[in-house]
């Protein structure tokens, strides 16, 4: 039984070979357990029981929930430091200056004729100097708490007790946080108890505490309990898989329980990974100002798109991250990940992920099926047909490749029904082209079978061949791309190779594609767009839509096409996201552009953006209302003699003329971030980024420190 309860499905989908997990290398995360929980446990387990009881409060969208301190909305009114001890001891001094004046009667004797009126005059005149003392002290006691009080109140005394007192050394010491009580402690998994599975409970429970448990073991039991909660699986067979195998029950399908290596912060009870900081910018919220970023899939599910040049930290600084927390949420039964990128781009060990397909290498593997698993002519003529020639539709609303469709349909039928497969590469090239012997002979083979709607549909193609505006010319051409040498191996479509289809979407898997970058840029070109319309195909008509599925892909140039549009807008409903990479937005037709950036949520402007690019990032994230202060200095013009010499002795000493200050405020609608700020204001090392939740919640854009 797999992390969600069901069987592996194998089929022809290419499954990985179970192999063990190296001993992962995790940085502890704030507040700073003993040991992170993704390390091979302690024997006492007290490293994944402190991170798994760790606070993580509601908070609004990209917040690093980890132990998070909320913030108020607005920023309080801060006072400077020598501002508020001065006035402190000024306030001091004047109560001491009237405690003064009024002890030595310089002020005169009202002050006591409250004392004479509300208390006895036997009290005052008695001969007990005990009483009598009481009497008076107590009354100048009481006078000179009132003048404390009124100068406290002037001089902020509070504020400086809050700043630099002891409440201030509270905060500053660490805080001994007290174990929960056992109806509120997660690690007694007591929604197993009150469901009646008990045992298991306390078999889980029992591991957590010997340290034999880490965090991807809670998050796969987590979710194959989820299962039995939705009546996909019972819970007898569940509470046996608990009992047999402990911590270790519901297991990947590779049987890996963590990956090799960590490179990134990752909490998989919120299902996020950390990413960097959220800069102390006067820019910024208040709420966000000093926070983690933390992104996961509520908010990839409305896709991302980070645009920046070369060195800008788009791999290793977001898809590297990314990707690993996907394989991680792989291994835990809750998403399947497929990423996309150039040898050697730094996507991670092979050991990370389930099934690696290396285009061009003659050492994969795997192979990559280039019909994406279907048995449908029409479908698997509209995929290619995206792939080949999704670049050249017009990229205008309404533009589409249906004639490149209808052309590849009217040969992938017939030879589906001939030979019961889909043409390989160095066919489709030949039929396309129109040679006479393999369309003679298509043609044979179909008058045999009687096939007459097949036959109807190879002599519409053989009247089109030759004639003006027939693309069967263009994609013969774009499928002379994939019909080289280097990819001879490839593609294979006679059953002979072990090819990954993405219709395996449906069960938790790590897939990484490596693409033929040097001397091949075209064909990886055609192969990523090829990936992304299997992709959206395949998450469209998935049974099991709670399983998260993403794809990531390093490098989007040349891939984003009118249909890719369209199907990435359509990923949200199907419980899915895309991770896109450019350099900058000239690689996106200027057509489409602004329904890329409408149709994906999240959108990050790394550093060291043209103008160009963050004059469509500045227009997508629109205006807001801002408070403007403009101050004007007016020259102050003397009318008298003395006058005119103060004010020339002023200047003297200043070398300035007198001015006096005026302050307007007033409400302006400004830019949000402008285009020049987006080219020439983010550090190196940030970028800007808006997010939007699946939800419909919004994050305003933030200046981020990817370092942090």
């Known amino acids: 039984m797999d992390s969600d309860g069901t069987r592996d499905a194998r089929g022809t989908h290419a499954n990985p070979v179970p192999r063990p997990a190296g001993p992962p290398d995790v940085p502890a995360t704030p507040p700073r357990p003993a040991r992170a929980p993704g390390m091979p446990p302690g024997p006492d387990g007290s490293g994944f029981l402190t991170w798994v009881r760790a606070p993580r409060p509601e908070a609004a969208p990209g917040v690093w929930r980890f132990g998070h301190r909320p913030r108020p909305d607005e920023e309080p009114e801060q006072i400077p430091a020598r501002q508020l001890l001065s006035g402190a001891v000024i306030a001091f001094l004047c109560g001491w200056l009237i405690w003064s004046l009024l002890w030595n009667g310089y002020l005169g004797g009202w002050w006591v004729i409250p004392l004479d009126l509300f208390t006895p005059d036997s009290w005052r005149q008695s001969d007990d100097r005990v009483g009598n003392a009481f009497l008076w002290y107590g009354y100048y006691t009481l006078i000179a708490l009132a003048i404390m009080f009124g100068v406290g109140r002037l001089g902020r005394w509070g504020e400086v ?112 990974v950390r990413l960097g900081t959220t800069a102390d910018d006067a820019r910024n919220p208040y709420s966000y100002r000093g926070t983690g970023l933390g992104l996961g899939p509520d908010l990839l599910g409305t896709s991302l798109l980070a645009v920046g040049p070369p060195g800008s930290g788009k791999t290793g600084g977001i898809v590297w991250p990314l990707a690993e927390s996907l394989c991680l949420h792989a291994l835990a039964g809750r998403a399947a990940v497929v990423v996309v990128g150039a040898a050697g781009a730094g996507l991670g060990a092979a050991d990370a992920y389930d099934v690696v397909v290396r285009i061009g290498n003659p050492e994969s593997v795997y192979d990559l099926d280039l019909y994406g698993g279907t048995t449908d002519p029409d479908e698997a003529a509209a995929v290619l047909a995206e792939a080949l020639v999704g670049d050249l539709a017009d990229p205008h609303p309404g533009g589409d490749s249906r004639r490149s469709t209808t052309v590849l349909a009217q040969l992938l039928g017939p030879f589906r029904a001939v030979h019961d497969r889909f043409p390989s590469v160095p066919e489709l090239r030949q039929l396309l082209d129109g040679a006479p ?24 193609r053989e009247r089109q061949l030759g004639h003006p505006g027939d693309v069967g010319a263009v994609l013969a051409d774009r499928v002379a791309l994939l019909d080289r040498p280097a990819f001879a191996g490839f593609f294979d479509t006679s059953g002979q190779s072990r090819p990954f289809s993405l219709r395996a979407l449906d069960h938790p898997v790590r897939v990484r594609i490596d693409l033929p970058a040097r001397g091949h840029a075209d064909a990886s070109r055609i192969l990523a767009r090829l990936v992304l319309a299997q992709f959206t195909a395949s998450v469209a008509v998935r049974e099991d839509r709670s399983l998260f599925a993403c794809l990531v892909l390093d490098d989007a140039t040349g891939i984003v096409t009118p249909e890719a549009v369209r199907g990435i807008q359509r990923l949200r409903s199907g419980n899915a996201g895309a991770v896109l990479t450019l350099r900058t937005l000239d690689d996106v037709p200027r057509a489409l552009r602004t329904p890329l950036l409408g149709a994906i949520g999240c959108r990050m402007a790394l550093s060291g953006i043209t103008p160009w690019d963050g004059q469509d990032f500045a227009e997508v994230w629109g205006k807001e209302w801002i408070e403007a202060r403009d101050v004007t200095d ?63 919640e919004h994050a305003p854009p933030l200046l981020v420190d990817l370092r942090g």
């Open 161 to 272: 007790w809050r700043r630099y007192g002891l409440p201030a050394w509270r905060r500053a010491a660490p805080v001994s946080e007290r174990p929960p009580a056992p109806e509120e402690d997660p690690a007694q998994w007591n929604q197993l108890r009150a469901a009646g599975a008990a045992d298991a409970a306390d078999r889980l429970a029992a591991e957590a505490r010997s340290g034999l448990m880490r965090d991807v073991d809670h998050a796969r039991i987590d979710r194959a309990w989820q299962g039995v909660r939705s009546g996909r699986h019972s819970l007898a067979t569940f509470t046996g898989a608990v009992l047999k195998d402990g911590s270790a029950a519901c297991l990947h399908p590779s049987g890996d329980r963590d990956l090799p290596g960590r490179h990134a912060l990752h909490d998989l009870v919120t299902g996020q």
């Open 437 to 460: 012997g393999p369309l003679g002979a298509l043609r044979k083979a179909l008058e045999d079978a009687g096939k007459e709607s097949l036959l109807r549909e190879l002599d519409a």
């Open 634 to 696: 007016r020259q102050i013009i003397a009318e008298t003699p003395a006058g005119k010499a103060l004010h020339m002795v002023r200047r003297v000493i200043t070398g300035h003329a007198p001015t006096a200050r005026a302050v307007t405020v007033r409400q302006v609608e400004r830019e949000r971030w402008s285009a020049s700020e987006l080219a020439h204001g983010v550090p190196p090392g940030h970028a800007v980024l808006s997010l939007t939740s699946v939800r419909g």
